[in-house]
């Protein structure tokens, strides 16, 4: 699941080259297709994640109904990066180690075929693109509008337009995701802080806890 799970870091792009977005966006994620031994598990799953944007920072919040919730914090620029979770009444975070997070911030696409198919989705007039994010991996299929600004965010950066709706396929495996809300708005630094309240651990016990999803 880290893969699907990490995928909801994909938010990024728009018309002005020039300016950037700020703001946050909220996306649905619907479950299209998966294994019959991954189906069991379909409560444990996300069902929408919500990312903040400011510049280079972002924060993405991800709360699964009986598990937990999930935030993680990445300032790009200054290659820092936190996991924090709330689960169970104990709320921990740990930083991300260097090695660990410059493999993330990898750019992975390797090319991006904009067709000429077009959609209304979300109240925003979109068109398609296709990505291809690494070798032997299915494209991204994705619906972006050209009237929201561009942000500059990891593999998206390269977008023509702002990923409004996008389907993520991976093997059997295909998830939807869907912007239900978009909010430009100025973003306080306190959000791309590490939360009040948690105590820290190690990267280590992190992963031990199944949450880590870098």
Not at 54 to 64: L, P
Not at 144 to 155: E, G, N
């Amino acid at each position: 699941m880290r893969k699907f799970l990490t995928l909801t870091l994909l938010i990024l792009s728009g018309l002005a080259y020039g300016q950037t977005f700020e703001g946050s966006v909220t996306y649905s994620i619907e479950y299209i297709s998966m294994p019959d031994e991954m189906a069991g598990y379909i409560n444990m799953f996300p069902r929408s994640t919500t990312l903040y944007v400011k510049g280079k920072k972002n924060r993405m919040v991800q709360v699964t109904e009986n598990v937990g919730t999930q935030i993680m914090i990445v300032d790009e620029q200054a290659r820092i990066g936190y996991m924090a979770i709330d689960q169970m009444n104990s709320k921990v975070y740990a930083k991300v180690p260097s090695f660990v997070l410059n493999e993330y911030l990898k750019p992975t696409v390797l090319d991006i075929d904009y067709t000429n198919e077009k959609s209304e989705i979300a109240g925003y007039n979109c068109k398609e693109a296709l990505i291809q994010h690494g070798e032997g991996v299915e494209r991204t299929q994705v619906w972006y509008a050209t009237s929201l600004p561009v942000a500059d965010y990891k593999d998206f950066k390269m977008l023509r337009g702002f990923p409004v709706a996008y389907w993520v396929k991976e093997g059997p495996v295909s998830i939807k995701y869907e912007a239900t809300q978009i909010d430009q708005s100025k973003q306080s630094d306190s959000l791309f802080e590490i939360p009040e309240g948690y105590q820290e651990i190690t990267w280590e016990e992190m992963v031990a806890t199944g949450f880590s999803t870098f």
